[in-house]
């Protein structure tokens, strides 16, 4: 699948960013105003239960720490108890428990929060307990059976020395306080049921519970049924927290200062939240219609705006590539797109005309310059020629007048065509040598040339009186009397890059190029020096402008060991 560039600076990236920009950020703060209003009513319910369930946790508290100072003064100070402890004789020990039988009889109907005292005698195995009028005799036997177990066994110190410790009895839980003095366990009981009866006070919603944990974080009695077992109680109660199923719970709580169980508070989510799941619903449907509406939105700026500029970019592209006769298609959009397409193709329409108009003034305007150029050559050459002719007339050497006069004849016969942008390459060179026997006329014995190109050349195309030009100016600035000059004209066809071209390379044994020379040539300028302005070279580096722009060159250096070189490369074209 072919992925597509992003342009990081296109009206399209900037529309959708900046749409997710103002949408991302609305639908986050929603959410975020959401779970905050969500918080908010946790941290108010839960501080106002964990003041609640700290009250009763307190009032719990005090009556527990008032049984337990009731037994240590008991243990401390009454006599019976201290007869108990140490009898003089089993007389007295009846005696003293009788006594102690009736004064627990009476405490325990001022400790609303305590079931049962009791005095268990250890060398004696003999267990005196009273209760309250509503404990149930199954109730009392099992707890009796279990003090026994417990007592016998020699509790440990945890258990004596400690707080109030908690242990399951059946399927109930009670609060067990133990003291000991000698041979004496002096304790009192409670069920977990006695302390939680003030809790049913308190409104915790149909699905909410006041309940006891004990310290492993075991439930030991709740006000109701909670709504999911899974809640963990294990966590601690120093801050509140959202346990079970799917975090739907709150529970807050405080821990006994006087026993190893703790109070605590479940209270469901929905309850406390009431009508703030149907605004989160609400919030959720929203955000869900909004992302929804995104793409939505989307793909309507996209067909309304992008797919229409897309067209018009792409036209513009295809503009710039050069293709001036292009126009957008008609399709259905928008009254201002319309506007804007049928305003491009006028204005296309306009400027192809106007290009057609220039470009034609253009093709005109190099015509005649062309033309020009190559007339600037004739007026030089026939001068030359006049000259050569009186030469020769002065030495009366008619054979070589004829020669000369058919020679100039076949070459005013190729200059008066010459005004053609291209003559085939055979043709230039007839010409070429019939100008070379012109000037070897001329010059006898001191000029002499060579001309090699291939045959499957003969019909390339090729500008008239190029290599003319040069060998003019390789005659004009070479031969001398004193020392003869051999030129050379050697054509090729080359290849570079894939692109075949014609190589033209004319060189002589004369002195070659001044720097000065090369350096005017090599700059583009007309060659300047003592004798006048030569404007030969320009010239002809200024046709192969006119008509090749810039797939031709001229390169112009000195040979080795000597003499003028250039190189001439042509684009190669096989017709006319």
């Known amino acids: 699948m072919k992925i597509l560039p992003i342009s990081w600076n296109s009206i399209r990236f900037k529309l959708v960013v ?14 975020y105003n959401n779970f905050y209003s969500i918080r908010v009513v946790h941290n108010q319910v839960a ?37 108990m402890n140490i009898p003089n004789s089993e007389d007295e020990y009846q005696l003293a428990k009788h006594s102690v039988s009736n004064k627990l009889s009476s405490d325990i109907l001022l400790y609303k929060s305590i079931d049962a005292f009791f005095v268990y005698s250890d060398s004696r195995h003999d267990l005196l307990d009273v209760f309250k009028l509503n404990i149930d005799f199954t109730e009392r036997d099992r707890v009796e059976q279990e003090l ?28 067990l306080r133990i003291l000991r003095s000698g041979d004496l366990y002096i304790g009192a009981w409670v069920n977990a049921k006695t302390l939680l009866i003030p809790l049913n006070l308190i409104d915790l919603g149909q699905e909410g519970s006041a309940l006891l944990v004990s310290k492993a974080g075991e439930l030991m009695i709740s006000t109701n049924k909670l709504p999911d077992e899974r809640v963990d109680f294990t966590r601690g109660f120093d801050q509140y927290y959202m346990s079970g199923n799917k975090n739907s719970l709150l529970v807050v709580g405080e821990p006994s200062q006087e026993g190893n169980f703790s109070l605590a508070a479940v209270i469901k989510d929905s309850q406390m939240l009431q009508n703030l799941p149907n605004l989160s619903r609400l919030t959720l449907f929203i955000s ?31 503009i710039n590539d050069g293709n001036v006769n292009v126009r957008i298609e008609s399709h259905k959009a928008s009254d201002e ?8 193709n006028h204005m296309m329409a306009q400027i192809e005309e106007l290009k057609i108009h220039v470009y034609e ?54 200059m008066f065509q010459s005004n053609l942008t291209f003559v085939s390459l055979r043709e230039e060179l007839q010409h070429v ?64 890059a894939l692109e075949p071209y014609i190589e033209i390379i004319i060189q002589d044994t004369g002195k070659g190029f001044s720097e000065h020379v090369l350096a005017m040539i090599r700059s583009g300028n007309t060659v300047q020096d003592e004798q006048g302005e030569h404007i030969g070279i320009w010239n002809v580096r200024k046709r192969l402008q006119l008509l090749y722009g810039g797939k031709a060159s001229i390169s112009c250096y000195n040979g080795y060991p000597q003499g003028a070189v250039v190189e001439i490369k042509l684009p190669y074209e096989t017709k006319l």
């Open 337 to 344: 797109i319309v506007l804007v397409n049928q305003t491009f």
């Open 148 to 175: 026994f177990t417990i007592l016998g066994s020699h509790p440990d110190s945890a258990e004596t020395e400690s707080r109030w410790f908690v242990r399951r009895i059946g399927q109930d839980f009670y609060a």
């Open 361 to 414: 003034e253009q093709l005109s305007k190099q015509k005649a310059e062309l033309q020009h150029l190559q007339l600037q050559i004739n007026p030089h050459f026939f001068m030359n020629s006049l000259n050569i002719l009186f030469n020769l007339a002065q030495v009366k050497n008619y054979e070589l007048i004829q020669e000369m006069t058919l020679c100039l004849v076949r070459y005013f016969r190729f």
């Open 433 to 496: 040598r019939n100008y070379v026997r012109i000037q070897e006329l001329r010059f006898p014995e001191s000029l002499t040339c060579s001309i090699d190109a291939p045959d499957f050349l003969e019909n390339v195309p090729v500008p008239p009186l190029v290599i003319q030009s040069f060998l003019e100016n390789s005659i004009k600035h070479s031969v001398t009397l004193e020392e003869p000059v051999h030129i050379t004209v050697s054509i090729d066809l080359k290849e570079t």
């Open 18 to 31: 900046g749409l997710l920009l103002v949408t991302v950020p609305l639908i986050a703060l929603l959410f």
């Open 47 to 83: 501080l106002s239960n964990k003041n609640l369930i700290s009250l009763y946790m307190g009032q719990i508290d005090t009556q527990l720490r008032d049984a337990e100072r009731n037994l240590i003064g008991l243990m401390t100070s009454d006599y019976d108890i201290q007869s």
């Open 288 to 318: 869900v219609i909004s992302m929804a509406l995104l793409p939505l939105s989307l793909f309507f700026l996209r067909h309304i705006l992008l797919v229409p500029l897309k067209r018009l970019i792409m036209v513009m592209k295809r």
